[in-house]
């Protein structure tokens, strides 16, 4: 049974950085994508970012775009996927959640490409 830890998220203030981890167990293998997802009260979960086992990255293209604040990084050794932020803004306050997905299916910004997914962690962002 695979399990995600997640790990890293607190309360900061605006322009502030955090660096979220996430430590999957129970696989002896690299997962073929590692991603963060983010739920804002009274929204839907939507992506973040994620990265495949090559090393390869895909960043969200919302409105309030993470692009060039967030970088996600993983180490395959370890099955560990890892979400720096900086620059925070209030817009980032969410429960994040890491997923993993353990083949290539479909689009990797969907959660329907993902097969397990972390308990969730509170990032809160203070003007």
């Known amino acids: 049974q695979v399990q995600l830890v997640e790990s890293g998220g607190g309360l900061v203030q605006a322009g502030d950085s955090l660096r979220l981890s996430c430590a999957a167990s129970?696989?002896?293998?690299?997962?073929?994508?590692m991603g963060w997802f983010r739920q804002a009260p009274g929204k839907e979960r939507e992506f973040v970012s994620t990265?495949?086992?090559?090393?390869?990255?895909?960043?969200?293209d919302s409105a309030d775009s993470v692009k060039g604040r967030f970088t996600i990084s993983r180490d395959n050794a370890k099955n560990t996927v890892y979400l720096q932020m900086n620059s925070l803004k209030p817009e980032d306050t969410a429960v994040y959640y890491c997923?993993?997905?353990?083949?290539?299916?479909?689009?990797?910004?969907?959660?329907?490409?993902?097969?397990?997914w972390g308990q969730g962690t509170q990032v809160t962002v203070s003007s």
């Open positions: 129970g696989r002896t293998f690299s997962f073929y994508a």
């Open positions: 997923a993993v997905g353990e083949y290539s299916r479909g689009n990797t910004r969907y959660t329907s490409s993902y097969d397990y």
């Open positions: 990265t495949m086992w090559s090393g390869s990255t895909i960043y969200s």
